[in-house]
């Protein structure tokens, strides 16, 4: 979408959220209603799933839970949970009656929240490399909207000490922070002895043959769009791994949610299998052997639980002087590939006892919550705002 374009749509987003929102305004707040939303409506997932499913298992009071999508619900939505098009004049009904908010990413600065209501900001990533929010060279319409999305939340989720300073340099954020971790890594940290059940639901999705292991690719997006740096040699990737790990090998590729839309682009071929729809990103990690990717968030979801893992990036510098990095790649605990002839050979080098040693010195320097409730804690805060209040 070019700047023009970029403009207009914004304008008449605007005008939308601020013209219908004020009419649903006059509608009294409930109580008991929580809107939820992950990656601008992109599915049931990541932190706010957690959350989410915290609130219906352990919470005896009736809630009303509503989350807001752009297409047709999966079927992993609970039944207990309301799904409502985003955009639509009931997505703002929800959003002006609602008591809590809780959502990963950023709300368009036409929303408006009232008084007496309260809005958990969760993010989607914990340790990371790119350049983000104030440091990233990012279109006034994100801009705008972030510092409002900032101005009105309530709370933050901190999964470090090192991410709850970032919030305070980068995020123009001043208000409070809960460090009580990821709750999407509770399902990582507290849940690794149900793996069984996980890995059998995803070998059932994707109908993958129980003798083979899984690598999941999972590089995250450029500001373009463009997929050239996604030019890992699948063929010669599970040939390196039966050489020097060791079984059959299967690829997943999992693109970020911001261009899954893009991913019947990339060229597959024979045991490589898109996984880019699959719903939870955390399923796909705890299922596989391996994860490799680039510049995404997710390493440092592998790295703690200490999940085999490495960097493949064949474009970091144009990276790096069109985005820049926050975290040099070089202070991930994690072999470093530039093209398919290093990645074997970092395949090869690999040692899981010196990676673990890695990881374990890493979270102690960045100060990385290790717990596994991060999703009950958020869930008690959100309670204590509803119960309060009923």
């Known amino acids: 979408m070019n700047a023009v374009r970029e403009c207009i749509f914004n304008v008449i987003l605007f005008c939308w959220y601020r013209i219908a929102g004020f009419f649903f305004r006059l509608f009294p707040i409930e109580n008991d209603k929580i809107v939820f939303e992950s990656f601008f409506g992109k599915g049931y997932g990541d932190n706010p799933k957690y959350i989410a499913e915290n609130l219906l298992k352990n919470t005896t009071m009736p809630l009303k839970i509503v989350w807001l999508i752009k297409g047709e619900p999966c079927d992993d939505f609970p039944k207990m949970v309301q799904t409502v098009k985003r955009g639509s004049f009931k997505e703002l009904y929800h959003l002006s009656t609602a008591k809590v908010w809780v959502d990963n990413s950023r709300k368009h600065f036409g929303v408006r929240k009232r008084k007496n209501q309260y809005y958990m900001q969760t993010w989607h990533g914990s340790v990371y490399f790119k350049q983000i929010e104030s440091d990233a060279k990012l279109s006034i319409w994100y801009r705008t ?3 409002r999305d900032s101005k009105m939340a309530d709370v933050l989720l901190s999964s470090s000490r090192w991410q709850t300073e970032q919030y305070r340099r980068c995020f123009w954020y001043t208000g409070t922070i809960l460090e009580i971790g990821m709750p999407r890594n509770d399902f990582l940290a507290g849940r690794m002895k149900e793996g069984v059940a996980v ?5 059932d999705y ?6 083979k292991k899984i690598v999941l690719y999972a590089p995250t997006f450029r500001g373009d769009g463009n997929l050239d740096a996604y030019d890992i040699d699948y063929q010669k990737l ?5 050489k020097y790990w060791n079984g059959k090998w299967i690829v997943l590729v999992r693109l970020h949610p911001n261009i899954a839309g893009e991913s019947s682009l990339v060229e597959y071929g024979e045991g490589v299998f898109n996984a880019s729809l699959y719903s939870d990103m955390n399923e796909l990690l705890l299922a596989s052997e391996l994860l490799i990717t680039d510049y995404s968030s997710c390493l440092f979801d592998a790295v703690y ?8 990036a064949s474009d970091i510098e144009e990276y790096n002087n069109k985005r820049g990095f926050t975290l040099p790649l070089s202070a991930a605990p994690v072999l470093i590939a530039r093209n398919n002839m290093e990645l074997e050979d970092r395949i090869k080098r690999f040692v899981m006892s010196t990676y ?8 102690d320097e960045y100060g990385i919550i290790h717990r596994s409730d991060a999703s009950k804690r958020a869930a008690d805060w959100i309670m204590s705002i509803v119960s309060k209040n009923s």
């Open 206 to 211: 994707f109908q993958i043959d129980c003798d």
């Open 145 to 147: 909207s972030a510092k």
């Open 199 to 203: 890995k059998k639901k995803v070998y």
């Open 356 to 363: 673990i040693k890695k990881c374990q010195k890493f979270s």
């Open 238 to 242: 599970m040939a390196a791994l039966q």
């Open 305 to 312: 639980i200490e999940k085999a893992s490495i960097i493949y």
